[in-house]
C-alpha cells in the first residue's frame, strides 16, 4: 500500500504573547483554510500579536514571475 505525503504549500507563524513573552507556533499547511481551526482551538485570538504566512516553493527556481508561471 503506497501513502502519499501532503502538498504543503504554506508556512504559518502564529506569535502569541504570554507573560514571559512571546511565544511562537509554527504550522505547515495544505491549504490556508487549515489555520483558522488552528487559530480557533489554540490560545485566545486576543492573545495573537501577529501572524506570518510564506509561501513554500516546489519548484527549481525561487525567482519565478507571474509572466513565467503563465508560461509553465
Known amino acids: ?3 502519499t505525503e501532503p502538498l504543503l504549500r504554506w508556512h504559518a507563524v502564529v ?6 513573552g512571546s511565544l511562537d507556533a509554527c504550522h505547515d499547511l495544505e491549504e490556508l483554510f487549515q489555520l483558522h481551526d488552528l ?3 489554540g490560545p485566545h485570538w486576543d ?3 501577529k501572524i506570518e504566512i510564506h509561501r513554500l ?7 519565478l514571475t ?4 503563465e508560461q509553465m
Open 1 to 3: 500500500m503506497e501513502t
Open 15 to 20: 506569535t502569541y504573547r504570554t507573560d514571559t
Open 39 to 41: 487559530i480557533e482551538h
Open 47 to 49: 492573545t495573537i500579536k
Open 57 to 63: 516553493n516546489h519548484i527549481d527556481s525561487p525567482d
Open 66 to 69: 507571474v509572466e513565467q508561471a
